[in-house]
């Protein structure tokens, strides 16, 4: 799900720490223009990460109610192939949430 206009943590991080090195050098040569532009790239590298981070979580909690929900089913109907695969899913999304947490 790395589609350009959706938010990227890599690509949030790369931009944050763009604007860090933008920021220190205008405060090294003094450059009032490259503080503001780096501390503005700065900060939106922060809200792509915590967008990627976000959309993630959301992403992990589906996983896990519809991993639940099958799994109960499963249960219900007797098939252990389907709770097999939806315990899996289930797990998929407890990790998912926990690296986005």
Same mark, same amino acid.
Request: proline share 1%; glycine share 12%.
């Given at each position: 799900?790395?589609?350009?206009?959706?938010?990227?943590k890599?690509?949030?991080?790369?931009?944050?720490?763009?604007?860090? @090195? $933008?920021?220190?050098?205008? %405060? =090294? &040569? !003094?450059?009032?223009?490259?503080? *503001?532009?780096?501390k503005?790239?700065? +900060?939106?590298?922060?809200?792509?990460?915590?967008?990627?981070?976000?959309?993630?979580?959301?992403?992990?909690?589906?996983?896990? @109610? $519809?991993?639940?929900?099958? %799994? =109960? &089913? !499963?249960a219900?109907?007797?098939? *252990?192939?389907?709770?097999?695969?939806? +315990?899996?899913?289930?797990?998929?999304?407890?990790?998912?949430q926990?690296?986005?947490?």
């Amino acid at each position: 799900m790395s589609s350009s206009n959706q938010p990227s943590k890599a690509r949030g991080q790369a931009k944050s720490l763009e604007g860090t @090195v $933008t920021e220190t050098v205008g %405060n =090294v &040569v !003094g450059s009032k223009n490259w503080q *503001t532009s780096g501390k503005k790239t700065h +900060a939106e590298g922060e809200a792509e990460t915590k967008a990627a981070e976000t959309q993630g979580y959301v992403e992990g909690t589906i996983d896990r @109610v $519809t991993g639940k929900i099958d %799994n =109960v &089913v !499963g249960a219900v109907t007797g098939d *252990t192939t389907k709770q097999t695969k939806a +315990a899996a899913r289930e797990e998929k999304g407890k990790l998912q949430q926990d690296l986005n947490a």
